[in-house]
């Protein structure tokens, strides 16, 4: 697979998917992507001069656009992971929610139908399209127990609910149209170049700045971590190799309490770039997330097994590269946090739930 149409490519997972496509294989990306807050090229600099990388801003919910875009660059694959990605921006603003991983993934797909139908014998037999989502589908698990493949889905938040009709969407235009689809569902990603308002590099950033470390409830949540290189080797391998209409679970085998990755976090800084007195004594609880998910843990053994990939990081080494990274990179996120989003706290508009700012 030569050429790779890439949505979502300057967020987070996209940005690390495309850098390791378009820098270390040598593929053909064309990274298509709306650039709304999260969107940040600056994720896409060690590539951008790349004879291999090129960059198109469009809406995916535009389908001239789409269509255009498809004939232009005649992919061979696309990695769909275009999406409104935040928990509690989704409570305040479920609208963008919908149109974007929703109508958007709809739109893309008629698309990507449209395209791959006009293709010759050998280059539609080629053609592949994954579909990248998340363990949120799944809702949440008690004490025991992983998501599989075949866990039924309980979505709690518009964000999880949002992307759980997406996944129907893409699952129904493989047996229905025959579209070439697979699908992922991913734990919880971390690594170099998140966007300030997810846990690890918020809590990241407050440290360093001396400010409240805000723990939702009693930071008991449990989440499994996955270092986000170790994710974008494994899309790029389910693409490639991954059995048409089959869905594969990515997670890293990092169960950590919320609580748990804080401190981590605190005492990795304090080890690194010492301060007057411990992180850990900037802890604050505050009011939890309304529709808070106890615990979400992926069972990658179909992966695994199956395609042979293996997470490289575990959480100990994961974090310490992630925590490095912020301190050594503070030209990329000194910019969001001065201009996009300081540190506040979101998702607030729910019954019960607190409206003070838990960080300056």
Not at 6 to 35: C, M, P, Q, Y
Request: include cysteine.
């Amino acid at each position: 697979m030569k050429r790779v149409l890439v949505t979502g490519g300057a967020g987070f997972i996209g940005s690390a998917v495309v850098r390791h496509l378009a820098g270390e294989l040598g593929v053909d990306v064309l990274n298509v992507d709306k650039l709304t807050y999260a969107g940040n090229l600056e994720s896409l600099r060690p590539v951008s001069n790349l004879p291999t990388y090129r960059f198109a801003q469009a809406d995916i919910a535009d389908r001239a656009a789409m269509d255009r875009l498809f004939a232009e660059f005649r992919p061979d694959g696309v990695m769909h992971l275009a999406a409104e990605s935040h928990v509690d921006r989704s409570i305040t603003g479920a609208g963008d929610f919908v149109q974007t991983n929703i109508v958007g993934t709809f739109t893309l797909l008629e698309a990507a139908r449209a395209y791959w139908s006009g293709l010759e014998a050998d280059a539609k037999a080629g053609f592949r399209f994954l579909h990248v989502s998340t363990d949120e589908v799944y809702g949440s698990l008690g004490a025991e127990g992983l998501f599989e493949e075949t866990t039924p889905y309980d979505p709690s938040s518009p964000y999880s609910a949002s992307k759980a009709a997406s996944d129907h969407l893409a699952q129904a235009w493989m047996r229905t149209y025959g579209l070439p689809v697979v699908i992922s569902n991913c734990s919880n990603n971390y690594g170099p170049f998140h966007f300030p308002e997810k846990l690890i590099p918020l809590v990241t950033l407050n440290a360093l700045a001396g400010v409240p470390l805000p723990v939702y409830g009693k930071g008991d949540n449990i989440r499994d971590w996955l270092f986000v290189e170790d994710h974008a080797r494994a899309l790029w391998t389910i693409l490639i190799t991954g059995r048409l209409g089959e869905k594969y679970n990515v997670g890293g085998r990092n169960e950590r309490t919320n609580l748990d990755v804080v401190e981590t976090i605190c005492d990795v800084l304090d080890e690194l770039r010492p301060g007057p007195k411990p992180r850990r004594e900037l802890i604050t609880f505050v009011t939890d997330r309304p529709g808070h998910d106890q615990r979400y843990a992926i069972d990658a053994t179909k992966l695994e097994t199956e395609l042979g990939w293996r997470a490289r990081e575990d959480f100990a080494s994961g974090i310490r590269r992630t925590v490095a990274w912020y301190l050594d990179n503070e030209w990329w996120w000194k910019p969001l946090r001065e201009g996009v989003y300081s540190g506040e706290r979101l998702g607030l508009d729910a019954p019960g739930s607190a409206s003070a700012k838990t960080a300056g």
